[in-house]
T-cell receptor, first 112, second 113 residues
Framework: KQEVTQIPAALSVPEGENLVLNCSFT??????LQWFRQDPGKGLTSLLL???SQREQTSGRLNASLDKSSGRSTLYIAASQPGDSATYLC???????????WGAGTKLIIKP | DAGVIQSPRHEVTEMGQEVTLRCKPI?????LFWYRQTMMRGLELLIY????????DSGMPEDRFSAKMPNASFSTLKIQPSEPRDSAVYFCASSFQGGQPQHFGDGTRLSIL
């Protein structure tokens, strides 16, 4: 059974720092992996989607990597800003169906 | 472009009452997903539809929960009778083709007293 873990559960860093959020999964047979952002009282916004054949995806200051063999993905945020404060969730789509398996999220606080 | 629209945003009702949550997906999207989010269990997929047809409802917790999608622009999630443990935030999401990123609504915060 696929399980997705995100560590740490919470992270607080000063503005301007580069940071890495981690996501690990137990079954390497995945179709894709997605990173989402959730702001308080809001839904989830898709940030990056990495197909199983890809190693990384980039969007602006965000870079997500995928290592299927080790069951890991990282989300790198460059030059963090207070507006990056949110909960970041990763979700794995198993091979064969459209159900996403979710991590519990990392709550990120960027201090001005 | 309008995103996924959910209503109501908040619902407070007494145990035993019927609750109906509504969702309008993004026009053109052929997949619709209903999720529940709680502190204890995180995000859970309840059911998803493809072209208005329920594909996987294995996440629906009990027979008290039912979902319908009468047309491509509307879906409902109904709880009857409601119980306090149903209190959660319920999200609807849609996507164009199942493998594409899902677009989420802002959710319905449900409190059952």
């Amino acid at each position: 059974k696929q399980e997705v873990t995100q560590i740490p559960a919470a992270l607080s860093v000063p503005e301007g720092e580069n940071l890495v959020l981690n996501c690990s999964f137990t079954d390497s047979a995945i179709y894709n992996l997605q990173w989402f952002r959730q702001d308080p009282g809001k839904g989830l916004t898709s940030l990056l989607l990495i197909q199983s054949s890809q190693r990384e995806q980039t969007s602006g200051r965000l870079n997500a990597s995928l290592d299927k063999s080790s069951g890991r993905s990282t989300l790198y945020i460059a030059a963090s800003q207070p507006g990056d404060s949110a909960t970041y969730l990763c979700a794995v789509r198993p091979d064969s169906n459209y159900q996403l398996i979710w991590g519990a999220g990392t709550k990120l606080i960027i201090k001005p | 472009d309008a995103g996924v629209i959910q209503s109501p945003r908040h619902e407070v009702t007494e145990m035993g009452q019927e609750v109906t949550l509504r969702c309008k997906p993004i026009s053109g999207h052929d997949y619709l997903f209903w999720y529940r989010q709680t502190m204890m269990r995180g995000l859970e997929l309840l059911i998803y539809f493809n072209n208005n047809v329920p594909i996987d409802d294995s996440g629906m917790p009990e027979d008290r929960f039912s979902a319908k999608m009468p047309n491509a622009s509307f879906s409902t999630l109904k709880i009857q009778p409601s119980e306090p443990r149903d209190s959660a935030v319920y999200f609807c999401a849609s996507s164009f083709q199942g493998g594409q990123p899902q677009h989420f609504g802002d959710g319905t915060r449900l409190s059952i007293l």
